[in-house]
């Protein structure tokens, strides 16, 4: 009897969540990188359609536009506020703007975009694919021999990848604009000064990065909100699980790459 209760005691079911939970972790992975891998496999051998693919991107792209603005706004404003109070008595406020610059266009603009866009995004995905996958719309479409994933989830991805850099450089230019109205409006900056300062402080490989980053995490964005759009069950219930699970492994998954991209661009490719 004691041996019974030590084994199956408090340490060893700790033990053996943790270990399910890895093992489920590890198969979920796998899940992801089957699809992912079957994306790149159906898109090389015949794109989807173009009219697919083109609404897809006023959904994903056009339509957030408005979404983007709003946060790419204050995203520049906030970095010109703190950025001035961070330069007092230590750093001449003349580079001010070159600071706003490469911290809009590094990190601010792609992740932050990435995230707004995971959350509307990868929501969406997930919700319209998870309510055609519990009526059986999915199931219908391999009936009649097209698909699911060329016709669905491709023509998503490849949106979202497209449509994320064009996001993020919109967002950099208005965070950038933000931070020139604060900058002159309520700290004292001349514009001649806000603009030599972005003259001075504009590297290429910093539009690059961010970019380069930007292309990753759309393509993140939108494997994950279809992933958990077709992993979707149990009617409206498993719908509202689904979505919830599309945003935040989107928004996990672009935090964790943005440390990977970081570390390799800035640490080997650019050291």
Excluded: H
């Excluded at 399910?20 to 972790?25: L, S």
């Excluded at 979505?243 to 661009?265: E, F, K, Q």
């Amino acid at each position: 009897m004691t041996e019974d209760v030590i084994e199956d005691g408090p340490v060893t079911r700790s033990i053996r969540f943790v270990g399910e939970k890895f093992g489920d972790a590890i198969a979920e992975v796998g899940r992801v990188s089957m699809m992912a891998g079957e994306i790149l496999s159906t898109s090389s051998r015949q794109l989807p359609s173009f009219r697919l693919i083109v609404a897809q991107m006023n959904a994903i792209g056009v339509e957030s536009l408005w979404l983007v603005l709003v946060v790419s706004v204050f995203t520049g404003a906030v970095a010109a506020v703190q950025a001035a109070y961070q330069f007092t008595a230590a750093v001449p406020i003349k580079y001010l703007s070159g600071v706003i610059l490469r911290s809009v266009v590094i990190e601010l603009g792609p992740v932050l975009t990435a995230l707004v866009i995971g959350g509307r995004v990868g929501a969406s995905i997930a919700a319209e694919l998870g309510t055609m996958k519990v009526t059986e719309q999915i199931d219908a479409l391999r009936a009649m021999g097209i698909n699911p994933v060329r016709y669905l989830v491709s023509p998503r991805v490849i949106a979202a990848t497209i449509m994320l850099p064009i996001l993020t450089i919109y967002s950099d230019a208005i965070a950038i604009l933000g931070g020139f109205v604060v900058a002159v409006t309520s700290i004292g900056m001349t514009p001649a000064i806000y603009v030599s300062g972005l003259q001075e402080f504009f590297f290429f490989k910093d539009i690059g990065s961010g970019i380069l980053k930007a292309i990753f995490f759309g393509a993140i964005i939108g494997v994950m909100g279809c992933y958990n759009g077709f992993q979707t069950e149990g009617g409206a219930e498993g719908v509202g699980k689904a979505t919830t699970g599309a945003v935040v492994t989107s928004c996990v998954m672009v935090l964790v790459l943005d440390y990977i991209l970081a570390t390799v661009l800035f640490r080997i490719i650019f050291k």
